[in-house]
């Protein structure tokens, strides 16, 4: 029997995968990707999948929602600008997960930030923020502010 849990019957966003050497899923890199993505984002890692050196799971909002990080020997690499993208629900939150990210940045040099930027499409305008800590690809966080 189907579960009706998404009655449009459209697919959705469901989780983003990546590879990084194991030593950056040991306790070390395991303790710093977490402590960033939990005090900065509100990511939670379902620790019940945690694998030392092997998987890292971390949920975004919901446990349906997640990056799903794992050990290669031969580890993702992509472009600066390669990104995921997930969305805050107002212009408020997008400007206080800035500051949040610009003060742990402060700490920790390997924050790789893009500030806010705004694209004016004339009906909507997409505010942005890019952040990199970590892992092979950025996240782009944005509000869309529609003008009529």
């Known amino acids: 029997m189907a579960h009706d849990f998404y009655p449009s019957g459209n697919p959705r966003f469901n989780h983003v995968a990546m ?16 402590r960033f993505f939990g005090e900065v984002l509100g990511f939670d890692e379902l620790d019940v999948m945690t694998e030392d050196r092997r998987r890292l799971v ?5 446990w349906d929602q997640f990056i799903f990080l ?14 995921f993208g997930m969305s805050v629900g107002t212009l408020d939150e997008l400007v206080n997960l800035e500051r ?3 003060a ?14 705004v694209d004016d499409q ?3 305008k997409i505010h942005s923020v890019y952040v ?17």
Not at 58 to 62: Q, R
Not at 70 to 83: L, S, W
Not at 104 to 117: K, M, P, Q, S, Y
Request: one cysteine or more.
């Open 19 to 34: 590879s990084l050497p194991a030593d950056q899923l040991g306790p070390e890199g395991r303790r710093d990707i977490c």
């Open 100 to 102: 949040r990210i610009e």
């Open 70 to 83: 794992v050990a290669e020997d031969d580890p993702m690499r992509c472009p600066r600008m390669d990104h």
């Open 58 to 62: 971390l949920s975004c909002v919901h």
């Open 122 to 124: 004339g009906v909507v």
């Open 104 to 117: 742990f940045r402060t700490g920790d040099d390997r924050v790789d930030l893009i500030n806010l930027n």
């Open 132 to 148: 990199k800590y970590i892992l092979p690809m950025m996240c782009e966080f944005q509000y869309w502010e529609f003008t009529r």
